[in-house]
């Protein structure tokens, strides 16, 4: 049946890693099912390809980045909402429904979501289905895939679709129901029932819908329906969409619980942070202790098919595995509803006669890369220094790049980007157990299949149409993070043992979804670690290059100052040490800050060839000469907010444990280099830095300099802890506790002399700390609640005098 445009809808995404767009995308793909055609485009084409004043219905999509701010591709937009000069019935024929991505471990969680949505409603939109908030530190999906299920209903409703029409691609799905029969059934209309096809309802072979069901009778049943409508005609989605987890679906509720408190590993897919990040791998803490259950396991050794050269495992570890492979009594006794197939797109050929030029392709075939201000640039290696001693429970590493004649300009603040590569071992150990060895380094070409289902199927822009498998997989593609549900869906359709077809089915079921995420996305399973746990799935390739995600570049701040070492960038992190265990079946390390200390393995000085000063940086290994092929591509980022005002006299308090005193070692880098005269306080303001660390003996970064600029007047205030040494002193174990005892001059300062908070390392716990200590500090000096202080801290955050540059 064609469908006439009474049934369209405008569907925009702002997305700065891809999360949003790709949600985005998924609802225009499923749209079709329910009748409905969503013109889609990025808010980056405002008045280009849609007028949002000219629209009577709109899906919004979006996420937030930097410190609360749109995404690059949002921010135009959101410019034209904030307009002053708007009339508050401007937007008064539209209707709408928003989507917010963002993450629960920043302050401002979902801001530009919320900005969005505060900004409609006050020009006089109308929602016609009510805001979901999805939270990537507990997983986008668990508010998305209920908000999104009520969605098509509402859209359906509220353009007054026939739904007793609702027509299903008849070649994709052959299915034809009703909205009423199906809810009945109380089922989804996107999906079907294993139990159904196990019992010959449907052996389809066709590869993208073998799971699908040719008629819909006889499904089994969820406990409601997609969407309810409350009272004021908005419609609700059936779960709650806060990003509590104590608040999130009842259905799940008891087990979220339970994950959530036992650790805070996760923000696997978005989180960029300061370091590797956006695997989420880098972001597993190894001492945080996870809860096992105690279900015994299907297959208990889930290394089967790594070869112990290629990646170190561990037996001690890795020998008892979750219950990843096991099937939970209740899930395996009862039907449970996977998601339909997505309809394969990719052709993959080999072209074993022609070869190519690896060397000319760009990097990611030069797709864009996300916040970027600048070109790619290759910046040589002149320094890398571990800054930490060998009992250090992590290695500090720091990094010196010569980017003389580049055209890269930066300030004290703010962060580059590396653009990363994956391990090659880890990749060629993932090809070996695809099987396809033999054929990585031989040209490829990928195009889209000839009448594909898939809407505005394309060559993902980042992978090159003609390469090698092995460039895609080392240099374009992700393959640490953990698989996304779709992805799970598609192997489903290559693994030949029932019981681990039958488990993978369960990981992405609505049913399965608390294992999903106790499973898969706590531990950061990668790809290789579910094929290592299924040994009898054997995807081809092609079919995982439509569903892994784009290798993220990851940022890093700069320490150093333009002023001091014009034409040299300096970083520093920690190595992510990820171990085996929770069903990572082989060791690894952060796949951006393992990448550079393998670089730069052969040519790191010494711990005690450095004790912190710049100057003790003339052992160089640029002198040396030996290390001139060592080259990192890194670029300049947008939205960089973290700086210090031109104005010294403003007093500045710093908040950096870790490797986030970076920035700070910056500022103080180049404040020293301005030369300004330190004794009149009419010129040089106080300069507070909170620093703490594990061990004084083992990480005290930096501490030669910062010691340094204490006694030269740089620094006014340097106060350290050490949170490991002091356990059983009374002194000040964290840099919260340090900012309370010295409350009253930290007032004075911020309520009296205007000064700027800059507080920089883990969002997760210490920002958030850190926060409320600044809260106790303010109530303390205005006698006040501590609502009333929470509200100044807020006016602060708006004035631009408490910056944070965090990451999880
Ligand atoms: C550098 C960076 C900054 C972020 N800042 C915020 C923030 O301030 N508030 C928030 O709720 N989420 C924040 N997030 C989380 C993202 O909004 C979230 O991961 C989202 O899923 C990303 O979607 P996208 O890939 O479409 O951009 C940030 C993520 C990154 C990488």
Redesign the pocket.
């Known amino acids: 049946m064609p469908v006439s445009t009474k049934n369209r809808f405008l569907l925009l995404y702002g997305?700065?890693?891809?999360?949003?767009?790709a949600i985005s995308e998924e609802i225009a793909e499923k749209a079709e099912k329910f009748n409905l055609i969503a013109d889609l485009h990025c808010l980056s084409q405002t008045e280009k390809k849609f007028n949002i004043e000219r629209e009577h219905c709109v899906v919004i999509v979006t996420?937030?980045?930097?410190?609360?701010e749109p995404?690059d591709t949002a921010q135009k937009f959101v410019r034209r909402l904030k307009k002053k000069t708007l009339p508050s019935n401007h937007l008064e024929n539209l209707n709408y429904a928003l989507l917010g991505?963002?993450?629960?471990n920043?302050t401002?969680?979902?801001?530009n979501g919320k900005t969005i949505d505060r900004q409609l409603e006050q020009l006089g939109a109308k929602r016609f289905y009510e805001s979901g908030w999805a939270d990537?530190a507990v997983g986008?999906e668990i508010a998305a895939e209920p908000w999104m299920e009520g969605l098509f209903p509402a859209i359906q409703k509220f353009l007054s679709v026939d739904i007793n029409s609702t027509c299903y691609d008849s070649t994709e799905t052959s299915c034809r129901t009703n909205q009423s029969e199906s809810n009945e059934n109380g089922c989804s209309l996107h999906e079907t029932t294993i139990n159904q096809m196990e019992n010959g309802h449907d052996k389809g072979d066709s590869q993208e819908n073998r799971l699908e069901s040719k008629s819909m009778p006889g499904l089994h049943s969820y406990e409601s329906s997609p969407a309810l409508l409350s009272p004021n005609g908005i419609t609700k989605p059936v779960f709650s969409l806060d990003s509590n987890c104590d608040k999130t679906s009842e259905v799940t509720s008891s087990k979220l619980n339970s994950i959530t408190n036992v650790n805070n590993l996760s923000s696997s897919s978005?989180?960029?942070g300061k370091s590797d990040s956006n695997t989420g791998t880098d972001n597993v803490d190894c001492n945080t202790h996870i809860n096992r259950t105690n279900s015994s396991t299907l297959i208990t050794k889930s290394k089967l098919n790594l070869n112990q050269n290629e990646l170190q495992t561990s037996d001690k570890e890795g020998g008892c595995q979750p219950s990843l492979t096991t099937s939970l009594p209740p899930l395996s006794e009862s039907s449970v509803s996977v998601p339909v197939l997505s309809a394969a797109y990719l052709k993959l050929e080999y072209l074993n006669d022609e070869t190519v030029n690896l060397n000319e392709i760009p990097l990611q075939n030069g797709c864009p890369m996300p916040s970027a201000s600048s070109e790619i640039t290759m910046a040589r290696v002149t320094s890398s220094s571990v800054l930490t001693k060998e009992e250090a429970v992590k290695k500090t590493l720091c990094l010196r790049l010569n980017i003389q004649k580049k055209m890269i300009e930066y300030l004290p603040g703010d962060s580059i980007s590396v653009v990363v590569e994956n391990d090659e071992n880890e990749v060629k150990a993932l090809l070996k157990r695809l099987s396809i060895l033999k054929c990585v380094d031989t040209t490829c070409s990928l195009t889209v299949i000839e009448g594909t289902k898939k809407k505005n199927a394309s060559v993902p822009s980042h992978i090159p149409p003609l390469c090698t498998l092995r460039h895609i997989f080392t240099t374009c593609i992700d393959i640490r993070e953990p698989p996304k549900k779709a992805l799970f869906r598609a192997l489903v359709e290559y693994t030949s043992d029932q019981g681990q077809k039958r488990r993978i089915q369960e990981l992405c079921s609505k049913q399965g979804a608390a294992d999903y995420t106790q499973f898969v996305r706590q531990p950061s399973l990668s790809l290789m670690d579910i094929l290592n746990a299924f040994p009898s799935c054997i995807p081809p390739v092609e079919r995982l290059l439509e569903h892994l995600p784009r290798l993220q570049p990851r940022?890093y701040s700069v320490c150093s100052s333009p002023l001091v070492n014009p034409g040299i960038i300096e970083i520093v992190f920690n190595i992510v040490n990820i171990p085996v265990g929770e069903g990572r079946s082989y060791h690894r390390n952060g796949i951006c800050t393992g990448m550079l200390d393998r670089i730069t393995k052969n040519v790191q000085t010494k711990e005690v060839a450095w004790e912190g000063s710049a100057d003790d940086l003339s052992n160089t290994l640029e002198k040396l000469n030996i290390n001139d092929y060592i080259q990192v591509p890194i670029f300049t980022r947008t939205n960089q907010h973290f700086h210090m005002s031109d104005d010294l006299s403003i007093p500045i308090i710093m908040v950096g444990p870790g490797t986030g005193v970076a920035p700070f070692v910056g500022f103080l880098r180049h404040r020293q280099a301005l030369k300004t005269d330190m004794s009149d306080p009419e010129l040089y303001g106080n300069t507070w830095l909170f620093y703490g660390c594990r061990h004084e003996k083992r990480d005290y970064i930096y501490r030669k300099e910062l010691e340094d600029f204490l006694s030269t007047g740089i620094l006014s205030h340097l106060c350290v802890c050490f949170s490991r040494d002091n356990q059983l002193q009374k002194s000040p174990q964290y840099v919260q506790d340090n900012i309370r005892n010295n409350s009253t001059e930290l007032s004075t300062l911020i309520m009296e002399k205007n000064a700027t908070v800059f507080v920089c390392g883990d969002a997760k716990n210490m920002a958030k700390d850190v926060n409320e200590a600044f809260i106790s500090v303010i109530q303390s000096y205005k006698e006040c609640t501590a609502e009333e202080a929470k509200r100044e801290l807020m006016k602060m955050r708006l004035h631009k005098r408490y910056l944070e540059d965090v990451w999880t």
Request: charged fraction near 15%.
């Open positions: 997305s700065q890693t891809g999360q949003a767009k996420s937030t980045t930097g410190d609360g995404p991505l963002g993450d629960s920043y401002n969680f979902c801001n990537d986008l978005s989180h960029l940022p």
